[in-house]
């Protein structure tokens, strides 16, 4: 090895791994860390056998499974360290390989537990990465055998209600007397006042607008309830002026039992001023916190 300041010339070591994850030249004793192999896992699934899942992975990572008894960690070998980078694009990349294979995984083994994306489990000095994906399978296998049994035959839904505001803002101008009122005063009342009482009457039109929408997802919601085996509440997102999201839902059922849900979506669907996205079935991400 030889070193100008201007350019570095490194003979490649002939290297052999140690017990303390160290990298180690046979000829001058030179040492080297190196992060120790790790195993990326992506969820458990429901089988017990040994199989390969190709090149599906993050960065076309090799995926296959690690067993224990009846259940199995779907998993890809990788260095000891979390997946992170500046570039939000390539993050991106990452966490739909992540959910490709959990879906990949669900199809081929009918139920799985999916982990939260960048779950690594390590190597330790005297035990490698996967034996210890192993005694974590074997520790928690009363644990996961439970949610396993919970979830079979099961699926997660996205249910998301919108309604048109402006549609919802006239039919309760229609109705609400005081509304009225305000509006057959304001077109007698000079121009000071009139505005006055168009600010006192927006005021109340969006109460009453919260009160309609507090209502309505009250009742949909028990609509929705009904079909389902659970359900989980999700931050509702800005859509644009002309389309309101009122209720955003992730709902975990009986596969057998979605057509039951659809149906009476579809009834909702259909009442004016209303839109309905019903999205599935995917993985239960939303039902299972492990990672």
């Known amino acids: 090895m030889w070193d100008d300041n201007k350019s570095v010339l490194i003979q490649r070591p002939e290297v052999v791994e140690t017990k303390e994850a160290k990298v180690e030249t046979k000829d001058e004793g030179f040492i080297l860390k190196i992060h120790p192999e790790g195993r990326y896992l992506y969820c458990v699934a429901d089988s017990g056998k040994r199989a390969d899942l190709g090149k599906l992975g993050l960065d076309g990572r090799e995926v296959y499974t690690i067993p224990f008894v009846d259940l199995c960690a779907v998993v890809h070998n990788c260095p000891s360290e979390p997946y992170k980078s500046e570039d939000n694009e390539k993050v991106k990349r990452w966490v739909m390989a992540h959910e490709k294979v959990v879906e990949v995984a669900w199809e081929r083994f009918g139920t799985v537990l999916p982990v939260s994306f960048d779950t690594i489990i390590k190597s330790e000095k005297d035990r490698g990465a996967e034996e210890n994906v192993k005694n974590w399978l074997k520790e928690d296998y009363a644990h996961l055998k439970q949610k396993m049994d919970k979830m079979r035959g099961k699926a997660e839904y996205g249910v998301q209600i919108f309604w048109d505001p402006k549609f919802i803002a006239d ?12 509006n057959h005063e304001m077109k007698s009342k000079s121009k000071g006042m009139a505005y006055m009482l168009k600010q006192k009457l927006e005021n109340l039109l969006k109460k009453e607008m919260e009160k309609k929408a507090d209502l309505c997802f ?47 979506l579809e009834e909702i669907n259909k009442q004016e001023g209303y839109t309905v996205r019903f999205t599935g079935p995917w993985p239960p991400y939303s039902f299972v916190a492990l990672g």
């Open 171 to 182: 039919e309760i101008a229609k109705t609400n007397e005081e509304i009225k009122n305000l």
């Open 218 to 264: 009250k009742e949909i919601y028990a609509k929705i309830k009904k079909c389902v085996d659970e359900t989980k509440v999700e931050k509702t997102k800005r859509i644009d002026d002309k389309s309101q999201m009122l209720m955003n839902l992730s709902c975990l059922l009986d596969k057998e039992k979605c057509k039951e849900l659809g149906e009476e």
